[in-house]
């Protein structure tokens, strides 16, 4: 269910319950005291939701079982609802709505605390509402997001909501809160922090700093290692005095996907970082990997040929990886990660889905390449050679 579609229907709820109609405008006498079990009864009957609960809390921030009996306190508590969901529901529309969500809040409180003419009403200020999301993921991750009201800025993938469902897609992630006023992500291991944060960076994600989860370490992410220019280059040369190249000075990425007729692609990048033409020959070497970080038995199989490339200086060598759609229901261990490397034994990178960027678009998190899949790989070849 969309959120926008979610919220509405959370707002109806709320405002039923305190004994007015969002769309009424007509009514009197003393508003009911709300009954969270009609609330919840009904918000777990929603499609896409898990699990719902309400909590009311004072202008202290204390929790109580209801609301006061006079409804001219109203205004100064919070009705707080969190809601339980899948990871992989997305962001989707909550990205894109949450100007809609905010108009649509505003419109209902003044519905209800608006007298029509010719009617007799008792207007009462509403409590304010409070939504926080909890996406499920396969790891049991701790991904939490104050989902309305957002705070007035934004980030290019959405806000804190965009932010909390990328990270829930990203491995290595064990906790994500984002309470619309500070970001905590952490991650499990002092060896994934440099992947979270670069994932962070190059998704333009309203993160500062990653750290593990038990604080013995943290990188900033803007120290985060910059990913190098690419160059389109139209001379490739044919040298043969070229060295092969250093895994140092490549830059391994995923640079996009596509799909077509029950046909999967995924496009892999090795970019020369350094001053000089150097060589590569042959496949590269890939490992599947879940949300867990945990290997997929997946048979990667050699496309025929394996002609030398010789990559200039800031360009970029490319293979692709394609595969018939496979069957991932109730299957929540999908690829969430491509470790690669330029060759067998070469070093490999952990390249999350979540790395690639594209703009105008919201993250990928995962592929349907599954236990038992198989797929064929390129060998390198030049950047825009056909395929």
């Known amino acids: 269910m969309p959120f926008r579609t979610l919220l509405a229907v959370v707002i109806t709820l709320v405002l039923a319950a305190c004994g007015q109609d969002a769309a009424s405008t007509g009514g009197a006498g003393t508003p009911a005291v709300p009954d969270p079990e009609t609330i919840l009864a009904d918000a777990r009957a929603l499609p896409g939701i898990d699990d719902v609960t309400l909590r009311y809390r004072d202008p202290d921030g204390d929790e109580h079982p209801e609301l006061p009996a006079d409804p001219a306190e109203w205004a100064a508590w919070t009705v707080r609802l969190d809601v339980v969901n899948r990871a992989e529901s997305g962001a989707g529309s909550a990205v894109e709505t949450m100007d809609d969500l905010e108009q649509l809040w505003d419109r209902a409180a003044m519905a209800a605390a608006t007298s029509t ?64 006023e500070t970001a905590d992500v952490r991650v499990g291991d002092a060896s994934d922090l440099a992947k979270v944060a670069d994932v962070a960076a190059v998704q333009g994600a309203g993160v500062d700093v990653v750290r593990t989860i038990d604080d013995s370490a943290e990188l900033a992410v803007a120290d985060a290692p910059p990913r190098p220019p690419y160059t389109p280059s139209a001379d490739w040369p044919a040298d043969p005095s070229a060295p092969e190249c250093d895994p140092a000075g490549l830059r391994l990425e995923i640079t996009g996907s596509d799909a077509a007729l029950g046909s999967r692609y995924l496009f892999l990048g090795a970019t020369n970082t350094g001053p000089a033409p150097c060589a590569v020959q042959g496949h590269p070497d890939l490992t599947f990997r ?17 002609a030398r490339v010789v990559i200039p200086p800031g360009a970029r060598a490319m293979a692709v990886v394609e595969w018939n759609a496979m069957p991932t229901a109730d299957n929540p261990d999908l690829t969430y990660e491509v470790v690669l490397a330029a060759a067998p034994g070469a070093p490999a990178t952990e390249l999350p889905l979540t790395s690639w960027a594209v703009e105008g678009y919201g993250p990928h998190t995962n592929l349907d390449i599954v236990d038992g899949g198989e797929v064929t790989v390129t060998e390198w070849r030049p950047d825009g050679a056909p395929f």
């Open 290 to 306: 879940t949300l867990a970080e945990e290997p997929l038995t997946v048979t990667a199989v050699p496309a025929p040929g394996a």
């Open 117 to 180: 003419p010719g009617t007799i009403r008792t207007p009462f200020p509403l409590p304010q509402l409070e939504v926080w999301l909890h996406p499920v993921t396969p790891t049991g991750s701790e991904i939490t997001v104050r989902a309305y009201p957002l705070p007035e800025s934004r980030d290019a993938v959405g806000g804190p909501v965009g932010d909390a469902y990328l990270f829930a897609g990203t491995p290595g992630v064990v906790r994500a809160v984002f309470d619309g």
